[in-house]
């Protein structure tokens, strides 16, 4: 998507005249225009010269939002040019300006007509008077031009802004004005000093320079409220380090960021920030991430780390290889995601863009008609003209174009600086409505590293022996469960023994021989072919599996050893993480490729709603599309290569920010902190925005139908009012009406994020409903279709662990007319479901082939 920066932009019905005009280019695919940041994105085959083109012929003006090349730093220098506010130095001055000349022009009108303040004696002639306030208002218009012209220009053009209210309603009254005073000047050449007088009354040349001064505070006002919505992204931007220490012919060299290349080795030192994005290769030190994740406890970096551009080196020297520079960097991305994601709309914004598109030509239709109404039943043109004005002055369309962007916006910045970031404005929107969310179990429930759980030595048996004996056999072995032992038992400061005739017999363990006897590792029933493993023993493992950990048995010649229970245990805020999903009335289902009893018992420690267990990459992608039958809304959490396409099946996906790039590039929301406890932030911080949203859209609307009938003197006509409405009173009244939406969506910042307290669970009764018809792993299949589903029961020897049931599983599944396979090593089956017939020899065939026996097919 093209960015453009926009300007000359006040209202909602300019936002819609640009994206209209830019929509009908050929060859276009999107356009999205943001009030707030001035901007455009657009998508599609169409050059950038017929882009800008389009919006100046629009009456707007365009450019390109910087040509971000490579060099490092050159995106965010033009996201911070583009963002840089121009528009509150000149208001200011406007301002100052405009209201010197008011001032003394509401002293000549009202000071002295009104309250009898001196004047010198030349001001005593009504004509003088007159011409002196004329000259006044001439000047204050003068400073204010751009409502003039910006307005004029709109209207000719068949599409009338804010701008054309601003101008039509002073214009109106200076008009006004100016024929009172010929007025006067034939009054006095006839020598009628009653008409004189009367005539004097009837001047509204400081209504005419009020309107336009107090619309400009009301734009100073805006464009203030307006700059701290995007505090958090110029936060961002400000982070950007400037200049990098490369480390090259054994000296240091200070370098500006831009020169910085890929593959280049970086020097950082305690207190620095640094510069691009790397991998350490000599030192170690404390980083505090917070500038990316929110998160401001430091993080221990060492050798082979990655550490990212704008983190802070606590303490500690490092030398590090750059691996992302300029816009590739994490930061930069980031800012890219905040910057687009002002760029896009929410949904939600469409209500708003309709109204806008009719709101300034009604308003116009009705200030004419109130105007003619009051002539036709005899009221007087000053008391006509005056309603008008009033009407033209007090509408203000500024509300409704700001009323989604300035929330959106502030919810966005502030899930930046909590390290949860929205892609689009319609993700941030999305997160809210959900009804379902999916877990990939490794790596988004669990940490993804399987680690040693329990020691459990056999009667007689050392816990040292054990553990010396597993360091020996499992130091050779490239297993998984084999890693995390031996990690283990470096961590208890055993070291193995050099054993000889090492084997690792796929399926079942190890086999070595130490010391002249031989050493045996494996699963229970692997070991209990060749030595005595205690019926205790046995129960023992059975525990351990039922709570979804893989037991490991160890033996000498015929003596047992003892079991290490090895497991992918539960990242610490994952169970809390789901208690408030569950609150938030939110159905938690679990995906993942294990085997059915060990993702059960990692379901109920989590406390999830539903397991679905043995799923492969295409298969979460097919579970996600069942899930979101019925039209329900359905999030996918994960953080690996395999969960990509479920993520993006899904109506939002959310990557864990530690996981594959690709996973992050499929999302919709990157959880930054790599934290489950930030899927239920997310959704909080998506409802605390949407409800802001409705609560400006609820006052752009209220203020517009109450006020618009109080300038017409509706109310009076009504009730019997005496009071009517002055244009100036009007002109106040519309320069707040902006400002309150936006101080509004401001309160935001003040959210408290991760505070459960006011989590209200939704829909529970369609949840229960839904949990009653949906099967577990069988979707929403009527009880006919799952008749004509065939299932066949394999027996299997030589699985030992659940990296043992993923390869049968995919063996399995891969064949034709195989819906599914749910493999166990400590059942020693594998079940499968048929769509169509398969022959026993060719399930026999694919297992066999992953070097597993199969004992028989039922």
Known sequence: MKQYVVTGMSCAACQTRVEKAVSKLPGVESCSVSL??????????????????????????????????????????AEEEALRDRETPVLKRRLLWSAGFLLLLMYLSMGHGMLGMPLPAAFENTAVLATTELLLAIIVMYLNRRFFTVGTKTLLAGAPNMDTLVALGSTASFVYSLAELYLILLAMGEGN???????????????????????????????????????????????????????????EHTVPIEEVQTGDLFVVRPGENIPVDGVIEEGCAAVNEAALTGESIPVDKTVGDRVSAATLNQSGYIRARATRVGEDTTLSQIIRMVSDAAATKAPIARVADRVSAVFVPAVIGIAAATMLLYLVTGHPFSQAISRAVAILVISCP?????????????????????????KTAVSLETAGQLEIVALDKTGTITSGAPVVT??????????????????????RSEHPLARAVSAYCTEQGIVGAEVTAFQALPGNGLS????????????????????AVPAEVKREAERLSEEGKTPLFFAAGQRLLGVIAVADTLKEDSPQAIRELRRQGIEIVMLTGDNARTAEAIGRLAGVDRVIAGVLPDGK??????????????????????????LTR??????????????????????????????????????????????????AFFYNAVCIPLAAGFYSYLFGWSWEMNPMVGAAAMALSSFTVCMNALRLNLFR????????????????????????????????????????????????????????????????????????????????????????????????AQDYKVTGIV
Not at 46 to 72: L, M, R, T
């Open 193 to 251: 000093s009653d008409m004189v007088r009367h005539c004097g009354h009837q001047l509204y040349f400081e209504t005419a320079a009020m309107i336009p001064t107090l619309i400009t505070v009301g734009k100073l006002l805006e464009a203030a409220s307006k700059g701290r919505t995007t505090d958090a992204l110029r936060g961002l931007m400000r982070l950007a380090p400037k200049t990098a220490v490369l480390y090259r012919d054994g000296k």
């Open 398 to 422: 500024c509300a409704l174009g700001l009323a989604t962007p300035v929330a959106i916006m502030v919810g966005n910045g502030m899930g930046a600086k909590n390290g949860i970031l929205f």
């Open 621 to 646: 992608e097919a579970v996600i599309r069942e899930l979101r039958q019925g039209g329900r809304r359905v999030a996918m959490v994960g953080d690996g290569i395999n969960d990509a396409p479920a």
């Open 650 to 699: 899904a109506d939002l996906g959310i990557a864990i920010g530690a996981g594959a790039d690709v996973a992050v590039d499929a999302a919709d929301i990157v959880l930054m902190k790599s934290r489950l406890s930030d899927v239920p932030a997310a959704i909080r911080l998506s409802r605390a925005t949407i409800r802001n949203i409705h609560e400006n859209l609820f006052w």
């Open 454 to 475: 329990e020691v459990l030595p056999a009667e007689g048996v050392s816990r040292e022996e054990l553990l010396h004996a597993a360091a020996s056999l499992e130091l």
């Open 36 to 77: 707030l940041t001035n901007s455009m994105g657009v998508s599609g085959d169409v050059s950038e010269q017929e882009v800008i083109a389009a919006v100046e012929n629009a009456g707007y003006g365009a450019s390109v939002k910087g040509d971000v090349s490579k060099k490092a730093g050159s995106r965010i220098a």
């Open 753 to 848: 994020l991760y505070d459960s307290t006011g989590d209200r669970e939704l829909r529970r009764g369609r949840r229960q409903q839904d949990r009653k018809q949906y099967i577990a792993g069988d979707g929403r299949k009527t009880e006919k279709e799952k008749e004509k589903t065939m299932k066949k029961t394999i027996k299997i020897e030589g699985m030992m662990c659940g990296h043992c049931e993923a390869r049968v599983k995919k063996a399995l599944e891969a064949l034709a007319g195989v819906e599914r396979a749910e493999v166990s090593h400590e059942r020693g089956e594998a079940v499968v479901s048929l769509a169509e017939e398969v022959s026993d020899e060719l399930l026999k065939t694919a297992v066999e």
């Open 512 to 531: 070595a021989i130490w010391n002249g006897e031989q050493y045996l590792a494996g699963s229970g029933r692997f070991l209990a072919e060749r030595t």
